[in-house]
């Protein structure tokens, strides 16, 4: 039987067993839902067994969390103490931070502009691991004007999704908005080194 739930307005219908505190049979209406317990989530169970869980992360923190019993991992994290929101990552770092790839249609940055050397900026970047196809890593901290390293905690989670310690982890990555910039800046550099060639070349010719 299917089981009906309404909350704040929102009418809910939840195909299989909703385990609480027992089961409920028939309906079931609240104008709200009050959870004591920090460590408190409603859990889904599909027809083998346990599949989600939705509530809070329990242990130190209060994050909210998504969880998928199935794969035993965490799909969705917002962090209590700064509203970050993580996709496939239990510990966000970023407004938002995915674990895995992006598709979308565009991406639309605030148009940062950069005024300075760009060239020089470019000319000193490393790579480090080049595969035979040629693509390799960036070495961050030879592109220190456009690199972002710093280091977070992640919390250290147990087969129930709750938390059991920390561990110190480094990220670093590329700035999108300070790498476009720095390449728009590049290629006025180069075109004014062309114009001035070609003026050159111009006035050499008139001769």
């Given at each position: 039987m299917s089981k009906k739930i309404l909350l704040f307005g929102l009418?809910?219908?939840?195909?299989?067993?909703?385990a609480l505190k027992g089961e409920i049979e028939g309906d079931f209406y609240a104008d709200n839902i009050i959870a004591d317990d920090p460590d408190a989530q409603i859990k889904f169970y599909g027809g083998t067994g346990m599949k989600w869980a939705v509530g809070t992360s329990g242990g130190a923190s209060d994050n909210?969390?998504?969880?998928d019993h199935g794969s035993s991992s965490t799909r969705l994290t917002i962090n209590d103490s700064n509203g970050d929101v993580g996709i496939?990552?239990?510990?966000?770092?970023?407004?938002?931070?995915?674990?895995?790839?992006?598709?979308a249609n565009d991406f639309i940055t605030k148009s940062l502009a950069y005024n300075g050397d760009a060239l020089s900026i470019l000319r000193v970047i490393r790579k480090e691991n080049v595969n035979e196809a040629g693509f390799g890593r960036i070495d961050h901290a030879s592109a220190e004007e456009l690199a972002v390293?710093?280091?977070?905690?992640?919390?250290?989670?147990?087969?129930?999704g709750e938390k059991t310690g920390e561990e110190t982890k480094t990220f670093e990555g590329i700035s999108t908005?300070?790498?476009?910039?720095?390449?728009?800046?590049?290629?006025?550099?180069?075109?004014?080194?062309?114009?001035?060639?070609?003026?050159e070349v111009t006035a050499l010719k008139s001769r």
């Open positions: 009418l809910l219908v939840i195909p299989f067993v909703l909210f969390i998504i969880y496939g990552t239990s510990n966000p770092t970023m407004k938002l931070d995915v674990n895995g790839n992006v598709t390293i710093f280091d977070y905690k992640v919390d250290i989670l147990d087969e129930k908005d300070r790498t476009m910039a720095a390449l728009i800046r590049a290629n006025q550099q180069l075109l004014e080194r062309v114009e001035q060639l070609e003026s």
